[in-house]
């Protein structure tokens, strides 16, 4: 008998660092059903905020890897065509459901 992967969906917010952006992306995670935590980092990577569900090596970690996923993913949108822009990068596993939003 299989035992069925955890269904977690996690955020993370790669914005500029001002506290209006940080307090946008919080309320923005607060309306989607189902998030189980959040990871709110600068374009450097640097955590700004996390949930308490997410140890801080761990989002330090999600952090640094996203922000240059986000950042390549944004180099081929815009290669692909120039008027157009990164706003939202989502990636589902077996395991886990990423939402990477790019500010």
Same mark, same amino acid.
């Given at each position: 008998? #299989?035992?069925?992967?955890?269904?977690?969906?996690?955020?993370?917010?790669?914005?500029?660092?001002?506290?209006? #952006?940080?307090?946008?992306? %919080?309320?923005?995670?607060?309306?989607? $059903?189902?998030?189980?935590?959040?990871?709110?980092?600068?374009? &450097?990577?640097?955590?700004?905020?996390?949930?308490?569900?997410?140890?801080? #090596?761990?989002?330090?970690?999600?952090?640094?890897?996203? $922000?240059?996923? #986000?950042?390549?993913?944004?180099?081929?949108?815009? &290669?692909?065509?120039?008027? &157009?822009?990164?706003?939202? %990068?989502?990636?589902? $596993?077996?395991?886990?459901? %990423?939402?990477?939003?790019? &500010?």
């Amino acid at each position: 008998h #299989a035992i069925s992967p955890p269904n977690i969906l996690h955020h993370l917010f790669v914005i500029k660092p001002t506290m209006s #952006a940080v307090e946008e992306a %919080l309320e923005r995670i607060k309306e989607q $059903t189902g998030a189980e935590g959040y990871v709110i980092c600068n374009y &450097d990577g640097v955590v700004l905020r996390r949930s308490a569900t997410i140890l801080k #090596a761990v989002a330090e970690n999600i952090a640094q890897s996203m $922000t240059k996923l #986000a950042q390549s993913a944004k180099n081929v949108t815009r &290669d692909l065509n120039p008027n &157009d822009e990164l706003k939202n %990068l989502r990636i589902k $596993t077996s395991w886990k459901e %990423l939402i990477v939003s790019h &500010d």
